[in-house]
């Protein structure tokens, strides 16, 4: 079982991407998946949540009106929607779906790559 990120790719300030994470092997309505993004030199941190449902959703401040997360649960599939882009958010992001059950596999894909320049 596995997740795999893409749509990542070079965009201009203001721009918009959409990013996938597909799931395999897995029922993905069966977990939350959250959006982490890791720049150059600096930590992962977490950018967006959604519930196994979709009826939580949650972003971190400084994308919150700009980024917004949806999932096709028929699809396997989450979704990460980036407008309004600025450099700020250039980074691998990455996705990572887990359960709420402790001791159960996690899984991370390997991330997409995002730069925003002009």
């Known amino acids: 079982a596995h997740v795999v990120e893409s749509g990542g790719g070079l965009v201009q300030p203001g721009g918009s991407l959409t990013l996938s994470c597909a799931a395999s092997g897995l029922t993905l309505s069966d977990y939350a998946v959250m959006w982490y993004r890791q720049a150059p030199g600096q930590e992962r941190y977490l950018v967006a949540t959604?519930?196994?449902?979709?009826?939580?959703?949650n972003y971190t401040d400084s994308v919150k009106g700009r980024f917004t997360t949806s999932r096709d649960n028929a699809k396997n599939t989450v979704f990460l929607q980036m407008d309004s882009l600025k450099p700020e958010d250039t980074a691998v992001y990455y996705c990572h779906a887990e359960r709420p059950v402790p001791g159960t596999p996690t899984y991370w894909g390997q991330g997409t790559q995002v730069t925003v320049s002009s």
């Open positions: 959604i519930s196994g449902t979709g009826n939580f959703i």
